[in-house]
């Protein structure tokens, strides 16, 4: 079955330090691959999207994502990262022209 | 720019009510999704709506129905509510051209089931 994992539930880093998310995938041929976040209490809002062509993207907020076809992961990236950048993290796989398939989630604590 | 609305935004059910949760867009996009999203599990799908008057299953669609009879609408029923409906539910759209990748999400609605 098509699917992404995100090996990490948390990820604790100090303000402007890097900061990375990890996510690998499990797709058959060549996947569609997004990030989403999720601030407290409000809905998901969509970050970025490979689809085909450069294998780093960038996205909103200063984020960017790395796609890895031979290691099949797709981590996303902050060079430096911000308090108000604590919140949690969706990578997804598109499963077919209508649907996503998302992982369980990465929750991001900057600390000051 | 009130992109997507979900109504109510709370909601305590005792076992065995119904109800049911509205989900309105203004942007004209045709697909439209009800996910739910518990702890440890990300978020899954339970129905989507791929134009008016359409609905198909998504992974966790029991107990749960769906209707859209207007392309700006999408609700989501509970027939007989149980605890383990007791979730934070989503609503989402996008437009078809896009794919189902760039969804707009609702800000929710956290329903407890007691």
């Known amino acids: 079955a098509q699917s992404v994992a995100q090996p990490e539930d948390q990820v604790n880093v100090a303000e402007g330090n890097p900061l990375t998310v990890k996510c690998t995938y499990s797709v058959s041929g060549n996947p569609y691959l997004f990030w989403y976040v999720q601030y407290p209490n409000r809905g998901l809002q969509f970050l970025l999207k490979?689809?085909?062509?450069?294998?780093l993207v960038k996205g909103s907020y200063g984020f960017e994502a790395e796609f890895n076809k031979s290691q099949t992961s797709f981590h996303l990236k902050k060079p430096s990262a911000l308090v108000s950048d604590s919140a949690l993290y969706f990578c997804?796989?598109?499963?077919?022209?209508?649907?996503?398939?998302f992982g369980a989630g990465t929750t991001v604590t900057v600390r000051a | 720019n009130a992109g997507v609305t979900q109504t109510p935004k709370f909601r305590v059910l005792k076992t065995g009510q119904s109800m049911t949760l509205l989900c309105a867009q203004d942007?004209?996009?045709?697909?439209m999704y009800w996910y739910r999203q518990d702890p440890g599990m990300g978020l899954r799908l339970i129905h989507y709506?791929?134009?008016?008057?359409?609905?198909a299953k998504g992974e966790v669609p029991d107990g749960y129905n769906v209707s859209r009879l207007k392309k700006q609408n999408f609700l989501l029923g509970l027939e007989s509510a149980a605890p383990s409906q007791t979730s934070v539910y989503f609503c989402?759209?996008?437009?078809?051209?896009?794919?189902?990748?760039?969804?707009?999400f609702g800000e929710g609605s956290r329903l407890t089931v007691l």
């Open positions: 997804a796989v598109r499963l077919n022209d209508y649907k996503l398939s």
């Open positions: 942007m004209n996009h045709e697909y």
């Open positions: 709506s791929v134009g008016e008057g359409t609905t």
């Open positions: 490979y689809i085909t062509g450069d294998n």
């Open positions: 989402a759209s996008n437009r078809a051209a896009k794919g189902p990748g760039e969804l707009f």
